[in-house]
């Protein structure tokens, strides 16, 4: 009897040290990561409203972790270029992307995409979401409230432009879901990226934007460019003087700009969840949490769940408007 309760003993204990031994090389497999830098892709130039949410995050990462979230900037067509090198990026946890509502746009437009971002990318976290704002040069558009544009833009059909991130992205949609709620007309100028858009606004070589929050917010309150509306059903606490499109009867321009991160197909479950660990853990800092309420920007805080069912939303509800503007692009 003794022998067997002594046997069952060595059992008990030979399984609890087997199992605690499965378990140390999964333990250290996770604290390993990230054992080196990592790259993250940023589809547009620098200096747009993606680069203003990836680069304080990227700063936050390297504190907490001790290694480099390297920004790689890859502009060009509505920033499907820099999706595409990122969907074909190697799944081995060091390869990360930061998308935008652009994304959801592009599958609608673009009809030969050489990659399906609910396919190849997969969906870590909403990093921030912010509205879009309607903003001018003054010096080229005199209007001091949005009443005086649109008066200025039905008097002078085609004469003024507007700048965006470029072909299909949610600037470019934005600007002419403007136009069908307004009965004007302005010419579209796309740009390579928001960032070389915004700078032609604020040195005068474009008339206005319907802009991310993010990348204009520091120029509207350096006066070099002007906020005549902000879109959506409520005004932003960063600008409260700057009114809603449902003040301005646009109850339905709804615009949001917003940002994410995927990583390729393939990345292991252990790597995604320890990604959106940190970027939770960063989102918590006194610092970004300035840096976003500073760009009138929220930090939705969704599971990965939640985030593929948004991005599947935004794909259908941009479907609806792209059709309705008869944008469609080779």
């Known amino acids: 009897m003794h022998s067997s309760r002594a046997t069952r003993r060595e059992v008990l204990r030979v399984a609890a040290w087997a199992a605690a031994a499965g378990a140390i090389p999964l333990a250290r ?80 437009i673009y ?43 039905k008097a002078n059909p085609g004469k003024f432009n507007y700048g965006s991130a470029g072909n299909g992205t949610s600037h470019h949609l934005a600007g002419e879901l403007f136009k069908m709620q307004t009965g004007t007309f302005i010419t579209h100028i796309p740009y390579r990226g928001a960032g070389p858009a915004l700078q032609d606004l604020v040195a005068g070589n474009c008339d206005l934007m319907f802009d991310g929050l993010g990348g204009s917010a520091p120029h509207i309150k350096g006066g070099r460019i002007r906020a005549l509306m902000m879109a959506g059903r409520q005004r932003n606490a960063a600008f409260p003087d700057v009114p809603c499109a ?60 939640q985030f593929a069912s948004f991005i599947d939303g935004e794909i259908k509800r941009w479907a609806v408007v792209a059709k309705a503007a008869n944008v469609r692009l080779d």
Not at 120 to 145: E, G, H, Y
Not at 253 to 275: D, F, L, M
């Open 246 to 305: 449902r003040e301005v009867g646009l109850p339905d321009y709804n615009v949001t700009s917003w940002y994410g991160i995927w990583a390729p197909r393939g990345t292991s479950a252990e790597v995604q969840t320890r990604v959106a660990d940190e970027v939770r853990k960063a989102m918590a800092t006194p610092e970004l949490k300035d840096i976003w309420e500073q760009n009138g920007a929220d930090f939705p805080n969704l599971t990965q769940p």
């Open 111 to 153: 009809p030969r995409l050489d990659y399906d971002l609910q396919r190849d990318l997969i969906p870590i976290t909403l990093v921030a979401s912010v509205p879009q704002v309607v903003v001018v040069n003054p010096q080229r558009i005199p209007a001091k409230n949005f009443s005086e544009l649109v008066k200025l833009l």
């Open 29 to 108: 497999a996770q604290q390993a990561w990230p054992a080196r830098n990592v790259m993250m892709i940023v589809p547009f130039p620098p200096g747009g409203g993606t680069d203003a949410f990836a680069r304080p995050l990227a700063a936050q990462f390297n504190k907490q972790t001790g290694k480099q979230l390297v920004i790689d900037n890859r502009g060009g067509a509505g920033g499907t270029v820099g999706a595409s090198i990122a969907s074909h990026a190697a799944p081995d946890g060091y390869n990360l992307f930061m998308g935008a509502v652009h994304h959801t746009i592009a599958p609608s």
